[in-house]
């Protein structure tokens, strides 16, 4: 499976974004899935994750009740609706599939199928 973030940009403080992770090559319906986020110089940060169906999520702290995770497997789709943006919420922001399905799992190294992140800018 192939996986594409796309919709970050330049916002300032207080604002919001909506990040998309499309899925090509096969379904990805049976997969866990989680948003991560990473700073030049520092690891992989876990963000949010889903499981399967869409009905359970899990988030880090510093981001609870301003992010929202869901997913539209009609669409092969995972999204992330990121509100109230700080300018620590800047970085570049991945996708990726969980290896087991265990939505809990907030290591980068329970996850594969990495695709190309896109950069938020949190910035007056």
Do not use: H
């Amino acid at each position: 499976v192939q996986l594409q973030a796309s919709g970050g940009g330049l916002v300032q403080p207080g604002g919001s974004l909506r990040l998309s992770c499309a899925a090509s090559g096969r379904t990805i319906s049976r997969n866990a899935m989680g948003w991560f986020r990473q700073v030049p110089g520092k690891d992989r940060e876990f963000v949010a994750s889903i499981n399967a169906s869409g009905v359970r999520m899990n988030y880090a702290d510093s981001v609870k009740g301003r992010f929202t995770i869901r997913r539209d497997n009609a669409k092969n789709t995972v999204y992330l609706q990121m509100n109230n943006l700080k300018p620590e919420d800047t970085a570049v922001y991945f996708c990726a599939t969980n290896r087991i399905g265990n939505f809990y799992q907030t290591s980068s190294a329970d996850y594969i199928n990495w695709g190309q992140g896109t950069q938020v800018t949190v910035s007056s």
